[in-house]
T-cell receptor
Framework: GESVGLHLPTLSVQEGDNSIINCAYS??????FIWYKQESGKGPQFIID?????DKRQGQRVTVLLNKTVKHLSLQIAATQPGDSAVYFC???????????FGQGTELSVKP | DGGITQSPKYLFRKEGQNVTLSCEQN?????MYWYRQDPGQGLRLIYY???????QKGDIAEGYSVSREKKESFPLTVTSAQKNPTAFYLC????????????FGPGTRLLVL
């Protein structure tokens, strides 16, 4: 049956601090990873991606780190702002017909 | 504006009723996807289509049906066989070729009366 009422992992940070959101992925054959941001009641928005031949990729205020040895992905947000409050999902592409596998998500709460 | 649109934003279903959720994209993307999201959970794949007139079941296809008669449209029907339809439904699309990133619409929240 379906699971209901699960609580998302939550990260609470002070405005201006750096945030680190972690994700463990499932398939060692996955070669492309994406971070999405989902605000309440909206669809997920693409933030940043990384391929498996890279360890690190930087965007504007965001950095993604990939550790293939332990199948771990992280998203770092610098100088976190109230507008960063959202649920963040990682997704992996394991080359099966364009399908993505999504993590459970982490809720980021920014305190002013 | 280019993008993915979903309608309606809220949809109410009576017991035993079929309802259809609309998803349209003007990005000229080949592939389209439907996901279900329950509170506090990630996205689960219902159906996907990589090309017009073809679609495949995802992980939770039971109680749902789709069609892909046009490249820009991928409607999802929630049938009466879906006993727990209350959820947030998200449509996504992806370009063809070597593209790997999916882009999402704003979602439709389905509620049961």
């Amino acid at each position: 049956g379906e699971s209901v009422g699960l609580h998302l992992p939550t990260l609470s940070v002070q405005e201006g601090d750096n945030s680190i959101i972690n994700c463990a992925y499932s398939n060692s054959a996955s070669d492309y990873f994406i971070w999405y941001k989902q605000e309440s009641g909206k669809g997920p928005q693409f933030i940043i991606d990384i391929r498996s031949n890279m360890d690190k990729r930087q965007g504007q205020r965001v950095t993604v780190l990939l550790n293939k040895t332990v199948k771990h992905l992280s998203l770092q947000i610098a100088a976190t702002q109230p507008g960063d409050s959202a649920v963040y999902f990682c997704a992996e592409n394991n080359n099966q017909g364009g399908k993505l596998i999504f993590g459970q998500g982490t809720e980021l709460s920014v305190k002013p | 504006d280019g993008g993915i649109t979903q309608s309606p934003k809220y949809l109410f279903r009576k017991e035993g009723q079929n309802v259809t959720l609309s998803c349209e994209q003007n990005l000229n993307h080949d592939a389209m996807y439907w996901y279900r999201q329950d509170p506090g959970q990630g996205l689960r794949l219902i159906y996907y289509s990589q090309i017009v007139n073809d679609f495949q079941k995802g992980d939770i296809a039971e109680g749902y049906s789709v069609s892909r008669e046009k490249k820009e449209s991928f409607p999802l029907t929630v049938t009466s066989a879906q006993k727990n339809p209350t959820a947030f439904y998200l449509c996504a699309s992806m370009d063809g070729g070597n593209a790997e990133t999916q882009y999402f619409g704003p979602g439709t929240r389905l509620l049961v009366l």
